[in-house]
């Protein structure tokens, strides 16, 4: 009989719990960024956020920096290839989406 509460109980806080999350549409992520990819150092690159049903932000530069604003602009100080990531979420926070483009600095130096 205790074995049938348990389930009982389980089954009830999953069923609470499952109406009280968002009916959230999923996310896509998307950008662009200024130039194409003719970059030399140092350079500031512009990226525009075209994600959509996306609530807030990860963005990643590939140079250990990071920034959570929807339109972050960066520079970068070293030649090299860096893969720019962005997470995009829902408000909630349960669903996201994320994509990497990668760009290329080059040296002022030929």
Not at 26 to 32: T, Y
Request: glycine content about 4%; aromatic content about 14%; proline content about 5%.
């Amino acid at each position: 009989m205790n074995r049938l509460k348990i389930f009982l109980f389980l089954g009830s806080v999953m069923l609470i719990a499952a109406g009280c999350s968002k009916n959230e549409p999923v996310p896509s992520a998307s950008f662009e960024y200024s130039g194409n990819n003719q970059f030399k150092v140092p350079c500031t690159i512009i990226f525009k956020n075209q994600s959509s049903n996306a609530f807030s932000y990860l963005w990643k530069f590939g140079d250990d920096s990071t920034s959570t604003i929807s339109n972050p602009t960066h520079q970068y100080t070293r030649p090299g290839k860096y893969e720019i990531y962005l997470r995009a979420y829902t408000e909630s926070e349960h669903e996201w989406a994320s994509v990497i483009k990668t760009i290329t600095v080059k040296d002022t130096i030929k």
